[in-house]
């Protein structure tokens, strides 16, 4: 029986080649399109994420309690270098580094900004994060007073590689004191704190010209997405203040539900296309075997099989869209991984809201499964008024008037 | 009674013919003369003998694969008529079976609906 109701809705579904052709495509397509959005959307912001993580706070940070509140030196974790070997070994660690902070002014000859230094050991910011990776100009080096500047800091000062800098600020006894700096390069991490603001020099040189204990810290960044590391250095430090990377970057949570937002919207709309389609080829077909459902009906075709008959030609069209629209649909963000959206033109607005300006899709499995379940919906609902159609038919009344 | 007890009604006691064919367009000769056997629950095997003894009887054995549209009008009110016989209803209403066919093919009907009923023992009302 089931049998015989599956070969009536294929070889239905096929009546009309090309309007079910034509409805196949416009899933297809609108399916794909949507799936390349979602990839884009996503990879902005996982973009944005990593670069974060990697130049700045890592998945989880460790500040002393009163810092983040008041970025005085005279808030520093005690001992950092012995709370890092001890990070280091828990389960689930991957990469640890120590900084050191302080904001201050950065002048030229001309030109003064306010600026954060930070000190850094670039080779454990390496294994860390890869910093090199940032390098927009000069060589990654911080060797004899060497210095790299963020990107949006350098256009500000007007400085280049080579250029000399001043950078003046209260020491631990509260002098003022000031420290000649080269510039030897220039990076982007897209992190715009860092890019407006940063200065990088060695970690020792700035606890030096500080007068800070070398064994102290501001910050403890750590990398490792393992869910339990993060209560486990809770546990462990918990006269320290211990900080996921979202609660460091509301705005970047913010920024990741906005996106979900989109991403649904899209799906919405997306849905919308697909149900209007299939209900549209569905109605006219319906409308089209009014006569073939009456004999069907007459001849003693319960109403139940004409239901599941009509589903299963609805469903077949809707899967084989999805099939060609996840076709589609992955060569599409197989493509935008690898080779992205340049969006060059647009880089400086891009930059400003930490975006690359080459944008890179990320595919997910969600995106296909997420999909699947909505054009089965779309396909099982739009079906349901030409369906009412059939049941209000009178099928010797249908017979007779289509004569 | 309501509609799903007619339905069953239809299925299990009455068989049609229509003057107009109506025979389903995306099945085979085959098919549309199993169709209301398999409704019914018959086996594969079952519906298969039975479609070859009553498409032998009306002369349509070589056509079991030919969709209706590749059948002329005499033979495709031939395969109704195979459809209405091959479940063994109790009784077969024929509305106008002749209507649409010429003289000819209206005379060959008439002449294989009375064999029918004196083989298979079925009755049949015509309108």
Known sequence: MYKLILKLAWKNSFLRRSRTLLVIIMIAVSMSMMLAIEGIYDGMVENMVDKNKRSDSGDISIFAKEYRINKDLAYMIKNADEIKAQIENMQGAQAVVLRVKAEGLLSTARKSSFASVVGIDLQEEERFGKFSEFLKEGSIDLQKQGAIVGIELAKTLKVGVGSKVVFSTQDIRGEINSIALYVRAIVQTTNISLDNSAIFIDINQLHKFLGTDSKNAMQIAIRGEDKELYGKLKIAFANLDVKSFLELQPMIKQMQDLMIIFNSVTLLIVMGVVFIGIFGVMYVSILDRVREFGIMISVGMHYKYITIQIFLESIVIGVLGYLSGALLGAVLLTYLEHYGIDLSAFSDALATWGYEAVIYATIKTSYFTTTLGAIMAASIFSVIIPLRKIKKLNPIEVIKAEK | ?127
Do not use: H, W
């Not at chain 2, 039975?50 to 395969?79: F, H, M």
């Open chain 2, 1 to 127: 009674m309501d509609e799903e007890s007619r339905t069953t009604l239809r299925l299990n006691e009455l068989g049609f013919v229509f003057q107009a064919y109506n025979l389903i367009p995306v099945l085979n000769v085959e098919e549309n003369i199993g169709f209301v056997m398999r409704l019914r629950g018959f086996s594969d095997k079952e519906i298969k003998q039975r479609v070859l003894e009553v498409a032998t009887l009306l002369e349509i054995d070589n056509k079991l694969k030919s969709l209706p549209n590749a059948l002329s009008g005499g033979q495709q009110q031939r395969v109704a008529v195979a459809r209405a016989v091959a479940a063994k209803p109790k009784i077969i209403l024929a509305d106008e079976p002749t209507a649409n066919l010429d003289s000819n093919n209206s005379k060959i009907l008439m002449n294989m609906m009375r064999e029918l009923n004196e083989k298979e023992g079925v009755s049949i009302l015509f309108a």
